[in-house]
């Protein structure tokens, strides 16, 4: 069994920037990758951003080049610095690890005011 505590999150004006963290307990040896998804609402969850155990990370086109994913595995934590936020950001981002067993994290709201 993982364990995610997300922070960070909040509301901004366009153009702004934020900062989430998530930080993985419990079983993490099973831990491959850990990244974010988010949902706006009325849509669906898609992916934002992973990085692997490796370092290699993976970002979804919208969010390339505005977004950075970072990882210490000593802690155990991912973290997601948002730049350029745009309104079409706004949603819950939740934290996700992949594994043998993928786990989910409560989420956060992010709000992007225009």
């Known amino acids: 069994q993982v364990q995610l505590v997300e922070s960070g999150g909040g509301l901004v004006e366009a153009g702004g920037s934020l900062s989430l963290s998530c930080t993985a307990s419990?079983?993490?040896?099973?831990?491959?990758?850990m990244g974010w998804y988010r949902q706006a609402p009325g849509k669906q969850r898609e992916f934002v951003a992973n990085?692997?155990?490796?370092?290699?990370?993976i970002y979804a086109d919208s969010v390339k080049c505005r977004f950075t994913i970072s990882r210490n595995n000593a802690k155990n934590t991912v973290y997601l610095q948002m730049n350029s936020l745009k309104p079409e950001d706004t949603a819950v981002y939740h934290c996700?690890?992949?594994?043998?067993?993928?786990?989910w994290g409560q989420g956060t709201q992010v709000t992007v005011s225009s």
């Open positions: 419990g079983c993490i040896f099973s831990i491959n990758a």
């Open positions: 990085i692997n155990s490796g370092g290699f990370r």
């Open positions: 996700k690890t992949w594994g043998p067993i993928d786990y």
